[in-house]
């Protein structure tokens, strides 16, 4: 069974970084997109980022420049390079796989738990 799990949260201070990495096993892993999304409390869950199999990028206004989304096909793994963090990066991230590169659900769609990110001083 395809279960996502995500690593890497923690606190950091404003202007610091971070790097969530997320693996997933089965075979449809290394030909499916995966993203990350967020849920700040209080808020909806929103695309933060979102990687094709073969590399096509999609990054949510509010994070361009500053977050990178990565994968390796041949590890199951997907990662996401966080910079600049900002107290409004505060956030539970989560690991999908299966929406498309804008977030729609066609029926695939597997979830991590999530990991907490908490931007602070």
């Known amino acids: 069974q395809v279960q996502p799990v995500e690593s890497g949260g923690g606190l950091v201070q404003p202007g610091g970084s971070l790097r969530l990495s997320c693996v997933a096993s089965g075979t449809i892993v290394s030909e499916s997109t995966m993203g990350w999304y967020r849920q700040a409390p209080g808020k909806q869950r929103e695309l933060v980022a979102a990687i094709t199999n073969i590399g096509r990028t999609n990054y949510a206004d509010s994070v361009k420049g500053r977050f990178t989304i990565s994968r390796d096909n041949a590890k199951n793994t997907m990662s996401l390079q966080m910079n600049s963090l900002s107290p409004e990066d505060t956030a539970v991230y989560y690991c999908?796989?299966?929406?498309?590169?804008?977030?729609?659900?066609?029926?695939?769609?597997?979830w991590g738990k999530g990991t907490l990110v908490t931007v602070s001083s």
């Open positions: 999908n796989l299966g929406r498309t590169l804008s977030g729609v659900n066609y029926g695939m769609d597997y």
